[in-house]
Structure formats: structure tokens, C-alpha cells
């Protein structure tokens, strides 16, 4: 299998599964996203968590466009919700789309490992 189509399928895995898991507020199970596409998919260890992160951040940005063209005021809530934790509200949104970046790359990590042993 070419490289790059193995590195597509990370993405377009990691993508799908991440999404699905914020849609459903199991921000956790994120972690399973990154190792399910890593140890199907995952050969090469810097390239699978770069593509990994970034289809962490990118179904991050989806879900809050998707939750903005609802008709939710994510600036409103995420203004309150930073200032109950005491920081500026756009930091709190960029806070939550790193995290889901940081936990994707988790579950990369531990899969690459697994297959690395298998």
C-alpha cells in the first residue's frame, strides 16, 4: 500500500471516529480514534501523529462550526465557561481544540506501539 494513501486513511479514520466521539460528549474516547487508525493504518511514527493531530484539530473546528451554524453561541458559553475558569473565552476554545489534538495523539501513540509489537 502507498504511503500516502495509508496516510489518508489515518486521516480520513481519525477524522470520522473523532468527530463522531465529540458529537456524542465522550471527549475521552477520542483516544480510541487515534489508536484504532494507528494500528490498522499506522507504519511510519512522526508522519501517523502529525496526520493524527490534525485530524484531531480539524474535527474539533468541525464540530464547532457545525455547532455554530445550529444556531448555538459558542462565544457566549465558551465566555462563561472561560471566565468560571478565569481565562479569556477564545483561549478556552483553543484550550479545548488542543486537548482534542493532545488526546488524539495519545491513542496514536499507544497505537503505533501495539503494532510495533504485533
Not at 512522526?46 to 493531530?53: D, M, P, V
Amino acid at each position: 500500500m502507498k504511503e500516502s494513501l495509508r496516510l489518508l486513511l489515518i486521516f480520513i479514520i481519525a477524522l470520522f471516529l473523532s468527530y463522531i466521539f465529540l458529537y456524542t460528549g465522550i471527549w475521552l474516547l477520542v483516544i480510541l480514534a487515534g489508536l484504532i487508525s494507528s494500528v490498522v493504518f499506522g507504519k511510519d511514527y512522526i508522519r501517523t501523529l502529525i496526520i493524527s493531530f490534525l485530524a484531531g484539530l480539524i474535527s474539533s473546528l468541525l464540530f464547532l462550526s457545525n455547532y455554530i451554524v445550529m444556531g448555538g453561541s459558542i462565544l457566549k458559553i465558551s465566555y462563561y465557561a472561560g471566565e468560571v475558569a478565569g481565562i479569556p473565552g477564545i483561549l478556552f476554545i483553543i484550550i479545548s481544540l488542543l486537548l482534542n489534538g493532545i488526546y488524539i495523539l495519545i491513542g496514536s501513540v499507544i497505537g503505533i506501539y501495539i503494532k510495533k509489537i504485533l
